[in-house]
């Protein structure tokens, strides 16, 4: 089994910047693709960023130039820098980690989220 524990939202100015964290524990073999979602009430859950394996990253286009994925192989962990925070960034940001670990009878795939935190841009 894999749990997720993030980290690092809050409130913050419009122009701030908040880091969002999310690591990983659990007999993980291997972590494929890491991502951050957003959500907000009454709306389906977005893509905001992704980043594989080999580090290629992937952004909504309403965050490139400002928000920056980035992974740490060695904690299972992975990170979102966010800069010049708008108001309309407010969500419920959700990790998403994608892989193998091992479970009982042998190697088993994972896509797991983690429980959500909030972050909230003020005008």
């Known amino acids: 089994q894999v749990q997720l524990v993030e980290s690092g939202g809050g409130l913050v100015q419009a122009g701030g910047s908040l880091k969002l964290s999310c690591a990983a524990s659990g007999t993980i073999f291997s972590i494929n693709s890491m991502g951050w979602y957003r959500q907000v009430p009454g709306k389906q859950r977005d893509l905001v960023a992704t980043?594989?394996?080999?580090?290629?990253?992937n952004y909504a286009d309403s965050v490139k130039g400002r928000f920056t994925v980035s992974r740490d192989n060695a904690k299972n962990t992975v990170y979102l820098q966010m800069n010049s925070l708008k108001p309309e960034d407010t969500a419920v940001y959700y990790c998403?980690?994608?892989?193998?670990?091992?479970?009982?009878?042998?190697?088993?795939?994972?896509?797991?989220w983690g429980q959500g935190t909030q972050v909230t841009v003020s005008s």
């Open positions: 998403n980690l994608a892989g193998s670990y091992y479970g009982v009878g042998g190697r088993r795939n994972f896509n797991s």
């Open positions: 980043i594989t394996s080999g580090g290629s990253t």
